[in-house]
């Protein structure tokens, strides 16, 4: 089993920042990687910015620039620096994380319980 605990939420003024964190703990042998997704009412969930082992990053088009994702290795933990947020940004955040359980070494993939972040104008 992989636990995924997140925090960091919350009601932000446009312009505002947040951030994010999501630890990952259990039976992990590696974390291949780690990101963040978002869905808003009505709407599909969708690729915010991830982050691999190596440091390798991916941002969705609407964030870059805004948005900045970093995770420390030793702690198997993601961060998401939120700045100049807008209305939009308003949704519920997952945590992801993909890698390997320890022992059978066999893939798994994970997802947080979600987190609020709403972004008043």
């Known amino acids: 089993q992989v636990q995924l605990v997140e925090s960091g939420g919350g009601l932000v003024q446009a312009g505002g920042s947040l951030r994010l964190s999501c630890a990952a703990s259990g039976s992990i042998f590696s974390i291949n990687a780690m990101g963040w997704y978002r869905q808003a009412p009505g709407k599909q969930r969708e690729l915010v910015a991830a982050i691999t082992s190596s440091g390798s990053t991916n941002y969705a088009d609407s964030v870059k620039g805004r948005f900045t994702i970093s995770r420390d290795n030793a702690k198997n933990t993601v961060y998401l620096q939120m700045n100049s947020l807008k209305p939009e940004d308003t949704a519920v955040y997952y945590c992801?994380?993909?890698?390997?359980?320890?022992?059978?070494?066999?893939?798994?993939?994970?997802w947080g319980q979600g987190t609020q972040v709403t972004v008043s104008s």
């Open positions: 992801n994380s993909r890698g390997r359980y320890s022992g059978t070494y066999v893939p798994y993939d994970y």
